[in-house]
């Protein structure tokens, strides 16, 4: 009887020193909801595509005159890119790119004084193996004798037949404003890598 008396004794002493527990006190478990998949934004729609009526700077690469022989419906223009089409920092169409228009209307200048026109249409650019379609039109028209052929009739009648205009002439190197005919879809290069340096392992032995 005399221990189960000292067992008691140490049993109320042992609770009265435990900490007093309170459902306030006691930490509630939370619970952890795994997290939700962040998508990745790559790029912009936009900004993957140079869309149809993007201005390419172009120059022409020879002379055109209207009383050229040579020059007649259909014939083809030769010239260049003058400045690189960009996409961001991403060249597309580089400078230098050479690119082909078509005359469409010829007319020398001729007597009553009638002056020269020339009328051409952007076709196409080769970038690559590729020819990029163009839009676009250019033109020039001669001065015509009008003035001339007033004063020639009033002096002699006859006299206004032989007043002509002057020639349409664009000279090479004149600077042509053409636009993209199509969407150009670009695939960016991919990102090589960075390098990861690690130092060099030792090769001599401690003394």
Known sequence: ??????????????QAAAPASSPQTQPAAAAIAPAAPQAVIISSPGESVLRAGTEVPLRILETLNSNNK?????????????????????VVIPAGSIATAEVTEVRKKGMWGKSGRIEARALNVRVGDRLIRLSGTFDDKGVTGTAGVVTAIALVPIAGFFVTGTSANIPA????????????????APVAPAAILAPAAATGTAQ
């Open 70 to 90: 040579s020059l007649r419906e259909g014939a083809r223009i030769r010239m260049e890119v003058a400045q690189s089409v960009m996409l961001g920092s991403t």
């Open 1 to 14: 009887m005399a221990y189960s008396g000292i067992a008691l004794v140490a049993l109320a002493a042992a």
């Open 173 to 188: 190197g004149s600077g042509v404003k053409a636009f993209l005919d199509e969407d150009l879809r670009i695939a960016a």
